[in-house]
C-alpha cells in the first residue's frame, strides 16, 4: 500500500515552495466536470465487425445507469450525452430524465444521429436531394426540442457528409447547402443551447468531407451567429497537426465550444485518452488551463467520445476519465510565473524544466485528496471493479445485439 | 463519334518512329489478366453503415455471374477471387467451378476469411488461446483444399491481427504463434499452390497489426519457403510510402507473389483505382513492365480489392479493370532505351520528358485496336451499360441483405 | 516527328462534337500568365549541402535574363517574382525595371526576405524582442517601396516564425503580435497593391508555425483588411490534405490571393511541379477554371515556386511551366455539362469519365496550335536546349558562389 | 527543496512491495552508456539558415572538452561519436584519442562523412560515376582504420543516396551499387567491429532513397555479414510508424545494432528527445529491457542524435541524457510478471495499469539516490550551468563560424 498521506505532504511543500495555491488547484479539480457518452456503454466496432460483450448496454436506460457508476466512483462525469435515434427515438421522454436524476446524472451534449440513413451515401445536410436535407434539418429541430425539455446546454452536431470521388459532387453547392441548412437549425435554438460543429478530414468519406476542418467550421459557425462554436475531437486531424496551436487560435477566438476525448494513432481510431501520446494531451490542458486562467473565460463542454471495442466499457471509461483528471491536474501544476520568465529571456533549457516538472508530478497522491475530500474512494477504478456491478450485468444482460453504436 | 482508326494510325506511326514494337505490345495488353474479387459484387459499407445497392449480389453464383460480366466487356478479367466463408460456405463445391467454367471465367485465388470470428478480439493465427488460432489454421487448411479442387493458384493470406494499446499482448510471442502457423498452412500446400502473404499498418487492429509492413511480411514468407511470397495492398502503406521503391525490391527478390489494386488517399479507403493518383498506379506499372522484360520473370498474381460502397459494382468494376489497362498500356509505351540513357547521363530532364510522354499518351485508340482484334466493343463501360443487365439485376433482384462483404 | 496537324483536327472535331468552344480555350490558354521566381535560377540545396551548377544565375541581372529566356519560349511566363534582399539589396534601382522591360518580363509579386537573419531563431514578426519586430515591419516597407516603384500588384509574405518546442514562446502572445506587424504593413501598401500571406505547417520550426494553415492565415488576412489575402502554396500542407477543396473554399471567399506551384510527397520538397501526383494538379486547375467561369472572378497571382537542385534551372522551369499550361488546358477540356448532369443524376461513373476524358486527352496538338498562332516554336524546351543559351551560361559563368536561394 | 531522501524511501518501499530489485535496478541504471555526438557541439541550422551560438565548438578538441562536460555531470555519456571529415580530416590523430581519454571520455562510433561531396548529387555509393562510388568507398576504409586505431567498435553508416524524380536513375542498378559498396566496406572491417547501417524515408532525396526503411537495410545489411546490423534514428521514420513493433522484430532478428536517439513530429526534425512523445520513448525502452532480460541480449550501441540549432549545445544534451536515463528508469520500473499475467488474461485494463504506473512514477528520487552512489551532483544540469563552463566558452570562443555540422 502506498503511503498517500506521506507524499502528498512532501507533494504539496513542493508545490507551496513554488508558490503554488494547492487549494485553489484542489478547487479546480473538484469542479472538473467530464461528459461521457450513452453509446460508448453499447458494443462498438469496426467495419470488419462487431466485437459483442457481456453486460453492454442496449437501452438508454441501462446507458444511463452505466454512466451513472461512473460518475460515482470518479465524482467527475455528471454528464452524459445521448444519441437521439439510440437514445431518444420516440423524441422526449420525461422519464429518462427522471431515471438519469435518480441516478445522480444528468444529460448532457445532444447529438443528432445524421448518418444511419441508407440513402444518405450523398450526404445529410449536403445532399444534393432536398428532400434527404429538409429530414436532416427535421431530425434536428426534434434534436433541439429534445434538449430543450431536458434542460441540455449543447447541440452537438457532427455529419459523415462528404464524397469519395473528385467530381462525385459540386463541392460549393454543398457548401451553400450546408450552411443553409446550419443556419435554420441554428434558428430554432433556444437562447440557452450552444451549437457545437464538429470538423473531421475523412471517414466514412474518402475525397472529401464537407466540414473538413477547423477552418471550414469556423466558417460555418460564423455564418450562424454567436451560439455557434467549434467543436474538437483528438481524432479528427491530419498527421503531425499541432492540436494545441489550433486549440489556442480557437480559444483567442472565442470560438471554442466543446471537446471530444479520445486518442488516435492512424485515423479516427477512437481509442482510450492516454495510450497514445498523453504529453500532447498535457499540451492541449496547458493551453485549456492559459485560458481558464485568463479573464472571463469561456465556457467549454468536455467530452469523452471514444469507440470501446475491445475493452470493459465501464472500466475503459473510468480509466480515461482519470487520465483526464491526472492530464488537467498535471496542466495546472504548471509554474506559470517560471514559465513566462524562461520565455521572455527566450531560455528554452529553463522551458523545457518547467513543462517537465509539471508532466513528470506523479499528481496520484494529490488526486487522492481530491477524493477524500469528494467522499470518494482513493482508488476509482479498484473500487469498481470491487463492487460486484460488471460481473452483475455480465450476468444479468449477456451478450445481446442492439443499443447503436458504430461497427 | 471519335475517329480512332485515324488516331490509331496516327499513334502507331509515332511508336514505331521511337522504335517500339506495336505488335509485340498488343500481344502483352491482349495477355493481360486481371481477376476480380466475388465480394466486390456485394453491398458494402463502412463502421458508420452499410450502403445496400438494388440488385448487389449475395449468392456465390450471382457473384460469378457479374463478374462474368466485367469478362465479358474488358477480355482482360478471367479469374474471380473467392472468399471463403461467404462464396465456399461448406467446403468445395463442383457445381460452382462449373458454373464458373460455363460463364466463361474459372476461380482465382482463394482468400480464407480469418476476420469475421467475433471472438477474434485477440486475433486469429497470432490469438494468445490456442484453440483460436487452431480454427484458423484449419479454416485455412480447408481453403487450401478448396482451392486445389478448384484448380487455384494462390492462397491469399491477410490477417486481422492486431493489438489496439501498447502492452495489450507480448509482441513477440504473438510473432512466434504467427510464424508457427504460417508453417504449419505452408506445409498443406500442393506444390501447385503458392502462398502470398498480406500487410497492413493498421485498421482494424490501431496499435500494432502483426504484419504490419513488407519487410515483415517478407520475413514470414521466408520462414515459411519459396512459395511464400509477399501480396502488395496498395492502399496498405503509410503516408509518404514510395510504392514503386518497395514494389521494386521485391521484384528484385523475387519475393513479389501478388497485387491488390485499389486506390486510398488517407486510409485503406478501397477506392477505384485512378482516381487518387493515376502517375502512381503509372510508376508502380513502370516497374512491373521493367521486371516483365528482364529475363525469367516470375509470375505476379494481379488481383482487384476494392469496396464499392457509393458506385454501382459492376460498372465501377469495368471502369477499374480499364484503368489497369491503360495504365499498363502506358508503362508498356515508356521509350526505356531512351530512358537509359537519359539516366547515364543524369539527364533529369530528358529522363522527364520520357515518363511524360509514355504518360499522357491517349492510349485509347491502341486498346481500341486490341479489342476489335479480341472481337470486344471498343467501349466496354458503354456496351456493358447498354446491355440492359444492370438494370435487369436490379429489377429481379431488388435490395437485399447479405453477402458478406465490409461495413 | 508528330502529325500535330493532323492531330489536331482530330482533337478539334471531339471537342466540338461535345459542345466545348475550341477558340474560347486557345484564347484562355493564350491569355495564362504564370511568375517564375528569380531564386529559382540560383544555385539551391539543403540542409545537407548545396548543389551548385556551372551557369547558375548570381545577379538580378543574370536572373533576369534567365526568367526571360522561359518567357521567350514558352510565352506564358512575363512576370519575375523576385526576392528583395538578394535582388534588391540596396533598394529600388530603376535599373533592373528599365533591364527587365528590355528583355521582355515585368517585375512580379515582391517577397520581403524574412528569414535570413541569424539572430532570429525566436522569429521575425512574432519575435519577443521588439526591435527584431520592427526591422522586418521596416524591411517590409522597404519592399512595399520597391514593389510601388516597380508597379508590381503583390506583396508576397512568409514567413520562418515558429517554434521549436512547446512552450519555447507564448503562441497567443505571438499571434498578437503577428497581428499587429501585419496591419501595420498593411496600413503602407498603395491601393494598388495585394497583401498575400502564405501559411506552412512546418520547416524551419519544428513544433508550431504561427501562420501554420490556410484557417490561420485567412483569420490575420481578415484582421489587415480587403486586400489582404491567403497565399496557398502546394507544398505547404499536411499528407492527405485536399487542396483543392480547401482552394474551393477560398475561392467561395474570394480570399485566395495567389498560388505558388511547386510539388511535395513529403514535406516542403520543393520538386518540379508535375512529378508527384498530376491529377491532383488537375483537381486542382478544375476548380480554378470553374472560378474562371462564374461571374466577376477575382485575380488570382500564379507563381512557380520550387528548389530546383538537382535540375538544370532553366529547363527546369520551362518544363514545370509547359505542365502547368498542360494542366490548364486540360482543365478547360472538362465538359463541364455534362459534368453538372452527372452530379445531379448521382452518377459517379459518368463523372469518372468526363474527368478521366479531359485528364487524359493529350493536349499537346491544341498547345502546338496555341503557340503557332503566338509566333511560338511547337516544342519550347527543345527550342532552348537547341538554342546554345544553356552551354554559353554555363561555360561564361561557370560556378560560382552566391545568389541567394537555399541550402 | 525537495526532500529526495524522503521521496526515495517511499518510492523504494512501493517498488519492494511489487517485488521489483531496487538494487539491480540501480545497477542496471550505474551501467547505462549512452554517446553524443561531436557534431552537436557545433552550430546547425536548416536549409533557410544556420543559427551560430557564441560558444559552439569548432574544433575536434572543443568538441571532446563540450562532451566531456555531458559526462562529468550525467555519468553515463562517456562516448563521443565522431564524423571523419570533420573530426579526423587528415586520418587519425593519436593525440585525439589521448586527448579524449584524458578527459574521461574516449571515442564511440565513427560516421564516415558520406554527403559532402558537391558532385554527389546522384548519390555516393549508389552514384551512377563509378569514381564517386570509390571515392565514397575509399572514404569509408580510411574510417575504418581509424576506428581501429581509436578501438572503435562501431561503422555507423548514413548516406544521402536517392533521387528527386522518377526515373532520374535506375533503382535496381542503384540497389546493386549499394550492395556492392557495402560489401568491400564490410570486408575490410576488423572481427571487432560492427557496420550499423541506416535508413531514412526520405530527405535530402525527395523521391526515393537507398535505404528507404528497416526492411531495405536488414537486407543489405544480410548481404554483408553477421556483424552487419541496423541502425534506427527515431526520426527516421514515416508517419504513424510503430517504432517499437519493428525494434522488437530487429531484436527479435538479432540485427538491432544501434539507436539514434532524437525527437521528431513532422520529417527528421533532429529535436531534443523528450519533446514530442515521451510515452513512446518509454514503450521502446520497454522493449529493449525486455530484450535486456532475456537470455544472451545483443550489445545495442545507444547514441544521440540531434541538431540542435536553437537551444544552447551542452545543456541541451544533458538535457537530452536525462530525458534519457528516466526513461530507461521507467522501462525498469516495469512489474513484468504483473503485466504478463495481465496480456494472459486478455485484461486490458489491468494491462493499462501496469505500464501507467511505471510511467507516471516519478523517478528523480532514485536517480537522485544512483548519482549520489557515483559521486554525482543530484541536479545535473544545475550542476552544469552554475559551473561557469556556459559563461566561459562564450566568452573565450565568441561566435565563430566552422565545425562541420548541418545546416
Not at 126 to 147: F, K, T
Not at 169 to 195: C, F, G, H, N, W
Not at 390 to 403: K, P
Request: hydrophobic share 40%; net charge negative.
Amino acid at each position: 500500500m502506498r503511503d498517500f498521506a506521506a507524499e502528498y505532504r512532501l507533494l504539496a511543500d513542493r508545490l507551496m515552495e513554488k508558490g503554488l495555491d494547492v487549494e485553489q488547484i484542489k478547487a479546480r479539480l473538484k469542479a472538473q466536470e467530464i461528459e461521457t457518452p450513452s453509446w460508448g456503454y453499447s458494443d462498438a466496432g469496426t467495419r470488419f465487425g462487431r466485437y459483442p460483450q457481456a453486460g453492454a448496454a442496449v437501452t438508454a436506460e441501462e446507458k444511463l445507469a452505466d454512466a451513472a457508476q461512473v460518475h460515482k466512483y470518479t465524482g467527475i462525469a455528471p454528464g452524459v450525452a445521448v444519441h437521439v435515434k439510440w437514445d431518444f427515438p420516440d423524441g422526449f421522454d420525461p422519464a429518462i430524465c427522471q431515471l438519469a436524476e435518480s441516478l445522480g446524472v444528468r444529460i448532457g451534449a445532444i447529438n443528432p444521429t445524421c448518418f444511419s440513413d441508407e440513402e444518405g451515401m450523398m450526404g445529410t445536410i449536403a445532399n444534393p436531394d432536398p428532400r434527404i436535407r429538409q429530414r436532416a434539418v427535421d431530425h434536428m429541430l426534434e434534436s433541439i426540442e429534445i434538449g430543450r425539455q431536458a434542460g441540455s446546454a449543447n447541440l452537438s452536431l457532427w455529419f459523415t457528409d462528404g464524397t469519395n470521388y473528385p467530381g462525385q459532387d459540386d463541392i460549393l453547392q454543398r457548401r451553400r447547402r450546408v450552411t443553409e441548412s446550419l443556419q435554420t437549425v441554428y434558428a430554432a435554438m433556444p437562447e440557452s443551447m450552444q451549437m457545437l460543429i464538429e470538423y473531421k478530414p475523412f471517414e466514412p468519406a474518402f475525397y472529401h468531407t464537407d466540414i473538413a476542418d477547423w477552418g471550414m467550421a469556423y466558417l460555418f459557425a460564423k455564418s450562424c451567429g454567436e451560439r455557434a462554436k467549434v467543436l474538437v475531437d483528438l481524432g479528427h486531424h491530419l498527421h503531425g497537426t499541432n492540436i494545441e496551436h489550433l486549440v489556442a487560435v480557437l480559444l483567442d477566438e472565442r470560438m471554442l465550444g466543446g471537446f471530444h476525448f479520445n486518442n488516435a494513432r492512424y485515423a479516427d481510431d477512437d481509442l482510450m485518452i492516454g495510450s497514445v501520446n498523453p504529453y500532447q494531451d498535457f499540451l492541449i490542458f496547458d493551453q485549456l488551463v492559459a485560458a481558464e486562467l485568463r479573464p472571463d473565460p469561456a465556457p467549454i463542454a468536455y467530452m469523452i467520445d471514444q469507440s470501446l471495442n475491445v475493452e470493459p466499457k465501464i472500466p475503459g471509461m473510468i480509466q480515461s476519465c482519470l487520465h483526464i483528471q491526472r492530464t488537467y491536474a498535471r496542466a495546472l501544476l504548471v509554474d506559470r510565473q517560471a514559465l513566462a520568465q524562461a520565455q521572455a529571456e527566450a531560455d528554452i533549457i529553463a522551458v523545457g524544466q518547467v513543462l517537465t516538472d509539471a508532466y513528470q508530478t506523479d499528481v496520484e497522491p494529490l488526486l487522492v485528496a481530491v477524493r477524500e475530500e469528494l467522499g470518494l474512494a482513493p482508488d476509482p477504478l479498484a473500487a469498481y471493479l470491487n463492487s460486484g456491478y460488471q460481473e452483475r450485468i455480465a450476468r444479468e444482460r449477456g451478450i445481446r445485439s442492439g443499443g447503436g453504436g458504430l461497427g
